[in-house]
């Protein structure tokens, strides 16, 4: 999948999220299959197809402890059912807990297709 095609589907599935991490991020989390939380005890997604410079001003908020995040992806179409709250902010949601790849569907997991 390229970044036309998740732009698309992004567009016309408001069920389809992104979750930028980094490689090792991406690693574990599917060998896992889950999205562990943060320590806040959430799992944070966007609509919005950010190369990893911006993902990393506008959604890690340009932190040097979130530095390579962004470079990698999943795109996912999370279950209707799943209660996610749009943030304050103008680009992220977030859900309470885990999220369990399998009760989903993976579109995409990779390098960030967006440029830089």
Same mark, same amino acid.
């Not at 999948?1 to 989390?29: C, K, W």
């Given at each position: 999948?390229?970044?036309?095609?998740? %732009?698309?589907?992004?567009?016309?599935?408001?069920?389809?999220?992104?979750?930028?991490?980094?490689?090792?991020?991406?690693?574990?989390?599917?060998?896992?299959?889950?999205?562990?939380?943060?320590?806040?005890?959430?799992?944070?997604?966007?609509?919005?197809?950010?190369?990893?410079?911006?993902?990393?001003?506008?959604?890690?908020?340009?932190?040097?402890?979130?530095?390579? %995040?962004?470079?990698?992806?999943?795109?996912?179409?999370?279950?209707?059912?799943? %209660?996610?709250?749009?943030?304050?902010?103008?680009?992220?949601?977030?859900?309470?807990?885990?999220?369990?790849?399998?009760?989903?569907?993976?579109?995409?997991?990779?390098?960030?297709?967006?440029?830089?």
């Amino acid at each position: 999948m390229n970044s036309i095609e998740i %732009r698309s589907l992004l567009q016309a599935d408001p069920d389809v999220f992104i979750h930028y991490t980094d490689e090792t991020g991406l690693r574990n989390i599917l060998q896992e299959g889950v999205i562990r939380p943060n320590r806040k005890g959430h799992v944070y997604f966007t609509q919005e197809p950010f190369t990893q410079e911006d993902a990393h001003m506008n959604l890690f908020l340009a932190q040097p402890t979130h530095e390579g %995040r962004g470079s990698h992806i999943l795109v996912l179409r999370l279950d209707p059912g799943i %209660r996610i709250t749009k943030m304050s902010d103008i680009y992220e949601f977030r859900i309470q807990d885990s999220l369990k790849l399998h009760q989903h569907e993976v579109l995409y997991t990779g390098k960030n297709p967006f440029g830089s």
